[in-house]
């Protein structure tokens, strides 16, 4: 069926206990392709640590003190230490009794009380012996113990120490509510001193904001009646809270939000500024050739484009640029570069139509933005030479038409799409309906096809007129056109492609079969859900299509699938693991003709179109609904099963590969090398040959 053309270019803060701590041609369908800590521990809580926990009955008698004697003697324990006459004459020890007296031991104290540990630390009494605090378990039996009316305890690394708080919510329990735990010291409560402070702060986070006058973080809300802590008027300072913040987005009853700066629209600027990420901005006209575009805080009312007065949308930057230099004249290398996802709720229209001597990319390659398209519609129209997309990712959400149509006078050399993903598109990912497309390294157009509302097919890229060039080199980021609803890539019509890529095989291409054990390469055709790639063009096209180095794997249907009188080219490339043949090459209504379809001919094709490891479950190569024509296809110096035509000069004898004559699409043949179909009556075709040079020829009937 014919495919549709592209569309027209056209808080009052309510603290709560538990909160987090600090811290495819006319008459043909297209399925004929184929037709199938946030608790506190960052401020020094290792309580649970026994190590720091003096678990010995006679205190630790490592820092020097004999109280082993001492103890010894006040609990009458241990009598035979009356021996021990160097630690009796010790005097000085047994008379310096001061401090251990006071806490250090715990003879005839109850559990809880307090205690000296050896090194100085404050300890609780257990069971008659001081021993170290379990935290968080004793804070209040430290609380207990040493707390006062004005000083709070709790039990940190094993001591009980002075402190107020482990989480944000205990500053409420402790009486000051609002402030930050361990802000100015560890465990103890602090005032906010900055809006950056309330929103890093754990439990309190990005929707509070400092009120400066008493220090505690308060809920950004402004605007409206119930808001006194900040503002009640919309577009003027938090000054109840913040002066410096000023309160945007309040309407009606809907309250707005503090935020720093001093304007929330143009009107509130003088001067002919803009307000441009709430603060007034005087915007110098763009003297670079970068038009910045910021759907989160950039204006298309007043905007220059440059970097501090960006665009809001795509949309207005090509505008301008259109209304700046009028008649084409807009200067080479000019960028559009994206700073933050685009979308219709941020005021794109779309198709995009990018103009000559425009690439409209992510700001930083290392940030690739989104651009999500609405129902319906293409994101971006390339229709232009010397114009392109980088570094974007253009999401169909399963509704949007194409990702990128291209027709016009774009150009194969000089329209350049790179690092872009086409994803989601109910329809293609891209859409050639004229004109020319070169597409590098990175491009991904993948998962298209599928709407959650329809059961429309789409392929990854789709050529239905026009030449598209397809070129990524070892060591670039990979191309892949993988896991669409139909084809890979598809050529009808007069559409042509060039596809030059590097299977990831060592050593290939090689006189010997390589085993193949994956998928991968720099251009990559994979699991799509019909052929991987497919050609079907009519009977006046023109164009070569060359497939060099192509890693066709894994598609539900036929790897290559090829209709008379298509004119194709394939070489270095691997078809494998597919769902029918490695390549299944079938007689048209405009054709049967197959002279045009060259696997290997003046020059040796060193395909992998079989494979032992991986196999194709019918044939490598397929040669179906021919009947009554004589067949003569050209297929010298390929790869097979265990078995290599491409061995210079011929061996002797020749290698046989396995042939047969099989069903419709080659099913039933078994894995085999070559096959020829039948059809379901059993009639058979005048003559087929299969030319396998260096290899014996495969000859039907």
Not at 313 to 341: C, D, E, H, M
Not at 627 to 637: D, E, I, M, Q, S
Not at 671 to 697: E, F, H, Q, W
Request: glycine letters at 14%; proline letters at 5%; a negative charge.
């Amino acid at each position: 069926m014919r495919r549709s053309r592209l569309l027209p270019f056209g808080f009052t803060l309510a603290l709560l206990a538990g909160a987090a701590g600090c811290g495819g041609s006319p008459g043909m369908p297209e399925a004929v392709l184929d037709d199938t800590g946030a608790d506190g521990s960052a401020i020094g809580e290792v309580g649970d640590d026994a190590s720091a926990i003096d678990t010995s009955a006679g205190g630790d008698a490592a820092i020097g003190d004999d109280t082993a004697i001492g103890d010894d003697t006040a609990t009458g324990d241990d009598t035979g230490t009356s021996t021990d006459t160097g630690a009796v004459t010790d005097t000085g020890a047994v008379s310096d009794t001061g401090a251990d007296t006071a806490t250090g031991t715990c003879s005839g104290k109850p559990d809880g009380a307090a205690c000296t540990l050896g090194d100085g630390s404050r300890g609780l009494c257990k069971t008659a012996a001081c021993a170290s605090c379990v935290d968080p378990t004793d804070d209040g039996a430290c609380k207990a113990a040493y707390g006062s009316s004005t000083t709070s305890y709790l039990c940190v690394a094993g001591a009980c120490t002075a402190a107020e708080c482990r989480t944000d919510a205990g500053c409420a329990t402790a009486g000051k509510a609002g402030q930050i735990c361990g802000i100015s010291a560890p465990n103890m409560c602090g005032k906010c001193t900055s809006d950056a402070q309330c929103k890093s702060a754990v439990g309190y986070g990005t929707s509070t904001i400092c009120s400066i006058s008493t220090g505690t973080c308060v809920l950004a809300q402004c605007g409206v009646a119930a808001t006194p802590g900040t503002t009640t008027t919309p577009n003027t300072a938090c000054s109840a809270a913040n002066p410096a913040d000023i309160c945007c987005g309040a309407s009606g009853t809907t309250p707005g939000t503090c935020v720093p700066g001093t304007c929330c629209t143009n009107a509130q600027c003088t001067g002919g500024n803009l307000c441009v990420a709430n603060v007034c901005t005087t915007c110098g006209g763009v003297t670079d050739g970068k038009y910045y575009v910021d759907p989160a805080s950039g204006s298309d009312t007043g905007a220059t484009g440059n970097t501090t007065c960006p665009f809001k949308t795509i949309t207005r930057a090509l505008q301008f640029l259109n209304a700046t230099y009028p008649s084409g004249t807009i200067p080479a290398g000019t960028q559009v570069l994206l700073r933050n996802k685009a979308t219709a709720a941020s005021g794109e229209v779309f198709p995009l139509a990018v103009p000559t001597n425009v690439t409209v990319r992510s700001e930083l390659a290392t940030s690739v933005q989104t651009i999500e398209v609405v129902s319906g519609r293409t994101g971006f129209n390339l229709s232009q030479p010397s114009s392109g997309l980088a570094s974007l990712i253009i999401d169909g959400k399963g509704v949007a038409y194409a990702g990128i149509g291209v027709s016009g006078s774009s150009n194969k050399d000089t329209t350049v799409v790179t690092g872009v993903t086409v994803t989601n598109m109910r329809n293609d990912g891209i859409y050639v309906e004229s004109g020319g497309l070169k597409i590098g390294a990175g491009v991904q157009s993948i998962k298209n096809g599928v709407s959650p509302t329809s059961s429309s097919l789409g392929s990854g890229l789709h050529v239905r007129g026009g030449v598209v060039v397809v070129t990524v080199n070892a060591g670039e980021a990979p191309a892949h056109f993988d896991e669409n609803a139909a084809n890979g890539i598809v050529v009808d019509n007069a559409g042509a492609v060039t596809v030059t890529g590097k299977p990831d095989l060592t050593g290939f291409p090689t006189t010997a079969p390589p085993a193949v054990t994956n998928g991968t390469g720099t251009v990559t055709v994979n699991l799509n859900k019909l052929a991987g790639v497919g050609v079907v063009q009519g009977g006046g096209a023109t164009g070569v299509n060359t497939f060099a180095g192509v890693v066709v794997w894994k598609n539900l249907g036929n790897g290559f699938r090829f209709y008379t009188p298509s004119r194709v080219v394939v070489r270095d490339s691997v078809s494998a693991a597919n769902g029918r043949n490695g390549i299944q090459i079938s007689a048209s209504g405009v054709g049967t003709s197959v002279a045009n379809i060259d696997l290997g001919g003046d020059t040796f094709g060193r395909n992998i179109f079989q494979s032992t490891v991986n196999p194709n479950p019918n044939a490598g190569i397929c040669v179906d609904w021919f009947y009554g024509n004589t067949v003569f296809l050209r297929a010298k110096g390929n790869h097979f099963k265990g078995k290599s035509c491409a061995v210079t000069p011929a061996p002797t004898p020749l290698p046989l590969l396995t042939t047969a004559a099989a069903g419709a699409d080659c099913s039933g043949a078994g894995a085999i090398d070559v096959a020829a179909a039948r059809s379901s009556s059993g009639a058979a075709p005048t003559k087929i040959t299969v030319d396998l040079d260096n290899c014996v020829d495969a000859i039907w009937p």
